[in-house]
Nanobody, 123 residues
């Protein structure tokens, strides 16, 4: 199976983006999905997670109230809506799949991991 992210771009502070993560080769609807980000040279940061049925969502304090995670199991896609973007949100954003939502950025906690999409917030 694999995950493919898209939607990254360059935006000004205060702007918005919607990231997408499409899964294939596995039963997407049975996996929890997580977004993780990394600033080059820094550690991976857990951002947000959503349960397999979409009923439970979780956020890091740094993005709570600004980012919204969702999913469409019929399309095999998870989303991360980024609003009120700040310069410190600049990073590569990865999506990852696991059996249950785990609040960790460790790669070995996930069964599938995407290639990442770049988000740059700059004036």
């Amino acid at each position: 199976g694999q995950l493919v992210e898209s939607g990254g771009n360059s935006v000004q502070p205060g702007g918005s983006l919607r990231l997408s993560c499409t899964g294939s080769g596995f039963t997407f609807s049975t996996y929890s999905m997580t977004w993780i980000r990394q600033v080059p040279g820094k550690e991976l940061e857990w951002v947000s997670g959503i349960s397999s049925d979409g009923r439970a969502t979780f956020y890091a304090d740094s993005v709570k109230g600004r980012f919204t995670i969702s999913r469409d199991n019929a399309k095999g896609t998870a989303y991360l809506q980024l609003d009120g973007l700040k310069s410190e949100d600049t990073a590569i954003y990865y999506c990852a799949a696991s059996h249950v939502v785990v609040r960790t950025a460790r790669r070995d906690a996930y069964l599938y991991w995407g290639q990442g999409t770049q988000v740059t917030v700059s004036s």
